[in-house]
């Protein structure tokens, strides 16, 4: 128990599903419906340090200097505690490096560099497939974040079962996202409570879950091959079968806003003008660009008319979470 007083610090980075994850069959475990694939981000993550420490009467939080009570983060500390077989309090310090609201998953970098900074500070030794197991019970995505590139969540069907692998790290192909981020209200549906209602409700779930594992495969295959094209184009129709999802709920709801629409609409024009790109969304209306290096540039130039530099972020794939 010799790292018990210490503080450790883990940097997460976070990630863009490429494969969605959208519904759980275990609420509690978070065992998703699906499994996913994503591509891990060098741009955008979180720091975070953790120290268990004997003089402290509760748990002290901070998230980019503010203090929070946040529950889900006190439970997920009970299960290290748990795990490690101690009952003291921690002090843990987060800073996200994800530009405020920009839909880019902090909660998946904040629970993967959570795992891994406090399993170590509570003197646990995990593997990354363990890191990946207990980072899911924080967030889903978060399971992914322990790998860098690309990687993929097994959905599985119990704890032990359901955990996130690399496909490779480092990425040979040549891939960047462009995210735009939009300015919107919060949203107003959680993706917890959006993915129960798709789940319970939608119509379509049954054949999404056909689709997804369909698309899985293509991503897999052309990630194997360095086929960008098919990539693109799957991640792209994957999201828009996700978003599918939403509109044919009850009660239907959308993540989607105008500018997301302005958004794709100047990708498929950019594509018909021989520039390839694709576009994709999660929970909410920011869109992510997925293309290649010479690329970059002719696209920019065309949000630049509509958005502003500061709305513009450019990334390339990430790596694995790290002691720092
Ligand atoms: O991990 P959560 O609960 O934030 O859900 C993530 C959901 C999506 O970002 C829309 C899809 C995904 O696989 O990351």
Same mark, same amino acid.
């Given at each position: 128990?010799?790292?018990?007083?210490?503080? $450790? %610090?883990?940097?997460?980075? %976070?990630?863009?599903?490429?494969?969605?994850?959208?519904?759980? *069959?275990?609420? *509690?475990?978070?065992?998703?419906?699906?499994?996913?694939?994503?591509? %891990?981000?060098?741009?955008? $993550?979180?720091d975070t340090s953790v120290i268990f420490d004997s003089t402290l009467q509760k748990d002290l939080i901070t998230i980019n200097d503010e203090i929070t009570d946040d529950k889900k983060i006190i439970n997920f500390l009970d299960l290290i505690r748990k795990k490690a077989g101690i009952n003291l309090y921690a002090k843990v310090e987060s800073y996200n490096h994800v530009p405020n609201s920009a839909g880019l998953a902090s909660s998946a970098s904040a629970y993967a560099s959570l795992a891994t900074a406090g399993s170590k500070a509570a003197g646990l030794e995990l593997s990354d497939k363990e890191l990946s197991m207990l980072a899911r019970r924080g967030s889903g995505s978060a399971t992914r974040s322990i790998f860098g590139g690309f990687a993929a969540w097994n959905k599985g069907t119990d704890d032990n079962t359901s955990y996130g692998y690399s496909i490779e790290d480092p990425v040979k192909m040549d891939i960047n996202m462009i995210a735009i981020v939009l300015n919107g209200n919060p949203k107003k549906i959680s993706s917890r409570v959006g993915m129960k209602i798709s789940y319970e409700t939608s119509p379509f779930y049954d054949s999404w879950i056909k689709q997804t594992n369909d698309d899985f495969s293509t991503i897999e295959n052309a990630i194997k091959n360095g086929d960008f094209s098919t990539l693109g184009k799957t991640a792209e129709l994957n999201a828009m079968r996700m978003h599918s999802l939403t509109l044919s709920a009850d009660p239907s709801y959308l993540y989607l806003n105008k500018d997301s629409l302005l958004v794709i609409e100047m990708v498929k024009t950019l594509r018909e003008q021989g520039i390839e790109c694709y576009y994709t969304m999660d929970a909410g209306p920011n869109v992510k660009i997925i293309c290649q290096k010479n690329n970059i540039k002719p696209i920019i130039n065309k949000l630049s008319n509509q958005f502003s530099q500061d709305q513009i972020k450019v990334s390339g794939p990430g790596e694995k979470v790290k002691l720092i």
């Open positions: 128990m010799e790292n018990i007083g210490k503080k $450790y %610090t883990a940097r997460a980075h %976070t990630n863009i599903a490429l494969v969605k994850y959208w519904g759980k *069959e275990n609420e *509690e475990l978070i065992i998703p419906a699906n499994s996913s694939i994503s591509l %891990t981000l060098d741009e955008f $993550y979180t």
